[in-house]
């Protein structure tokens, strides 16, 4: 009896995005209420209610007011955010609690295939929340120019290049431990902190920025406040997105060979 075809590569991520479009079915409403929710709190409480304080003492330091210069900056953190959630604790269920992964290579599909859906979700869950927020941004008046809207694909980028070698740490991960607490604690939440979101890292000492500019979150912001406030040179720009591609290209080659060692035991 021959052996079943294996499903073209554009066919089968097809497939994948429409198992995890119907499981998403039954928790769209709390997708759209966070995705709504926590843009909208963060840009009313630290944008406008915090920015009051700041622009109260100048905007000479930072030349725009501080709803501009954070908003780009929020999209990129709460997709980085949005991206470790989607593949940390989901990744060891589909290996370890529910196994859909192991059910999914017993089909025809292979382990590379099962991976490439995984992220491929991941980036759609990404894409969508960075358009409610940009929506949100928008309508609450941080965004001044047109060239706003390039901060959703410079934000997706950005979590894509975290989320690849985070999917490969959750393929390695055999039990639930503290290794995804200790990346939200010790690398989720610094990154937020101390990559320019809030301030320009050049108020930081230099080990503080020299910590920054290995950080991809660092790198997005820039790409993204550059798009929206204008300023980046296209040298800059290139030189950003090289280096999320890097993390990316990494990643994904990293994320492939877990699954692939995984799903092979």
């Given at each position: 009896m021959?052996?079943?075809?294996?499903?073209?590569?554009?066919?089968?991520?097809?497939?994948?995005?429409?198992?995890?479009?119907?499981?998403?079915r039954?928790?769209?409403?709390?997708?759209?209420?966070?995705?709504?929710?926590?843009p909208?709190?963060?840009?009313?409480?630290?944008?406008?209610?915090?920015?009051?304080?700041?622009?109260r003492?100048?905007?000479?330091?930072?030349?725009v007011?501080y709803?501009?210069?954070?908003?780009?900056?929020?999209?990129?953190?709460?997709?980085?955010?949005?991206?470790?959630?989607?593949?940390t604790?989901?990744?060891?269920?589909?290996?370890?609690?529910m196994?859909?992964f192991?059910?999914?290579?017993?089909?025809?599909?292979?382990p590379r295939q099962i991976?490439?859906?995984?992220l491929?979700?991941?980036?759609?869950?990404?894409?969508?929340?960075?358009?409610?927020?940009?929506?949100?941004?928008?309508?609450?008046?941080?965004?001044?120019?047109?060239?706003?809207?390039?901060?959703?694909?410079?934000?997706?980028?950005?979590?894509?290049?975290?989320?690849?070698?985070?999917?490969?740490?959750?393929?390695?991960?055999?039990?639930?431990?503290?290794?995804?607490?200790?990346?939200?604690?010790?690398?989720?939440?610094?990154?937020?902190?101390f990559?320019?979101?809030?301030?320009?890292?050049s108020?930081?000492?230099?080990?503080?920025?020299?910590l920054?500019?290995?950080?991809?979150?660092?790198?997005?912001?820039?790409?993204a406040?550059?798009?929206?406030l204008?300023?980046?040179?296209?040298?800059?720009a290139?030189?950003?997105?090289?280096?999320?591609l890097?993390?990316?290209?990494?990643?994904?080659g990293?994320?492939?060979?877990?699954?692939?060692?995984?799903?092979?035991?």
């Amino acid at each position: 009896m021959p052996a079943p075809a294996v499903p073209r590569p554009r066919g089968a991520l097809l497939q994948l995005l429409e198992y995890q479009l119907l499981v998403a079915r039954a928790f769209w409403r709390s997708f759209i209420i966070v995705g709504v929710l926590s843009p909208l709190l963060y840009v009313l409480a630290l944008g406008i209610g915090l920015g009051k304080v700041v622009n109260r003492h100048g905007t000479d330091t930072l030349g725009v007011p501080y709803l501009q210069f954070v908003a780009p900056a929020f999209l990129v953190a709460a997709a980085i955010q949005v991206a470790a959630n989607e593949s940390t604790f989901p990744v060891m269920a589909g290996f370890k609690w529910m196994r859909t992964f192991h059910g999914m290579a017993a089909t025809s599909l292979t382990p590379r295939q099962i991976c490439d859906g995984q992220l491929a979700w991941c980036a759609l869950r990404v894409l969508s929340n960075a358009l409610l927020y940009l929506l949100i941004v928008v309508a609450l008046g941080g965004a001044h120019r047109w060239e706003f809207v390039w901060t959703v694909p410079a934000a997706t980028l950005t979590a894509m290049a975290f989320a690849a070698p985070v999917t490969a740490l959750a393929a390695i991960v055999e039990s639930e431990g503290n290794t995804f607490n200790m990346l939200f604690r010790f690398v989720v939440v610094p990154m937020f902190l101390f990559s320019g979101t809030f301030y320009p890292i050049s108020t930081l000492p230099r080990w503080g920025q020299l910590l920054a500019y290995v950080t991809p979150q660092w790198h997005g912001t820039e790409l993204a406040r550059g798009a929206a406030l204008g300023g980046l040179s296209p040298a800059a720009a290139i030189g950003h997105v090289a280096y999320l591609l890097v993390w990316l290209v990494v990643g994904v080659g990293l994320a492939r060979w877990r699954f692939r060692v995984r799903l092979t035991k």
